[in-house]
T-cell receptor
């Protein structure tokens, strides 16, 4: 089944404790992206990747890191989480960055930072 | 620059009555427009997309949307609401041929009552 998976689905952590949210897709997609969803703000892009070893900042990159060492994986790293990073996070992928192909979304990761 | 405005944060309809979710967009170039749906505790699913072909676009589950350039609108409609349509709906814009950066509206929560 074609899908985007994220782990963990739920995470409660404390300020400053490094964490990684994994994202994996099995569709051989070139383009992957991370979004955060906050009430009343819709989804905002954090980082994106056009292909392996090619990443760039989205609209709200502060406090986040990403890497794209393999085509299928695109982990999101919070080196020192803070309470303002409490949010619902979505990973997405699409066939190519070149055009407006449909983006497939993972199920989301709900992160709480205390 | 591109942006979308969803004119209603909440819409409530009775089952069997029409649904109208309003979206206006702003884009300097030819836009691609999408509607995504998010059911409770789920990821986002593509309902339909417009990419400069037919202006009336049909999507899944009986939804459709009409691209009106003169009004810069892309409203989502359905003739008859079903209880299973209760969800949050996002209007999304990207630049045709301009890569895969999606700009999301703030969402419209659709409630369907008996």
């Amino acid at each position: 089944e074609a899908q985007v998976t994220q782990n963990p689905r739920y995470l409660i952590t404390v300020t400053g404790k490094k964490l990684t949210v994994t994202c994996s897709q099995n569709m051989n997609h070139e383009y992957m992206s991370w979004y955060r969803q906050d009430p009343g703000l819709g989804l905002r892009q954090i980082y994106y990747s056009m292909n392996v070893e090619v990443t760039d900042k989205g609209d709200v990159p502060e406090g986040y890191k990403v890497s794209r060492k393999e085509k299928r994986n695109f982990p999101l790293i919070l080196e020192s989480p803070s309470p303002n990073q409490t949010s619902l996070y979505f990973c997405a992928s699409s066939l190519s960055y070149r055009d407006s192909y449909e983006q497939y979304f993972g199920p989301g990761t709900r992160l709480t930072v205390t | 620059a591109q942006s979308v405005t969803q004119l209603d944060s909440h819409v409530s309809v009775s089952e069997g009555t029409p649904v109208l979710l309003r979206c206006n967009y702003s884009s300097s170039y030819s836009p691609s427009l999408f509607w995504y749906v998010q059911h409770p505790n789920k990821g986002l699913q593509l309902l339909l997309k417009y990419t400069s072909a037919a202006t009336l676009v049909k999507g899944i589950n009986g939804f459709e949307a009409e691209f009106k350039k003169s009004e810069t609108s892309f409203h989502l409609t359905k003739p008859s609401a079903h209880m299973s349509d209760a969800a949050e709906y996002f209007c999304v814009v990207s630049l045709t041929g301009g890569g895969n950066k999606l700009t999301f509206g703030t969402g419209t929560q659709l409630k369907v009552e008996l």
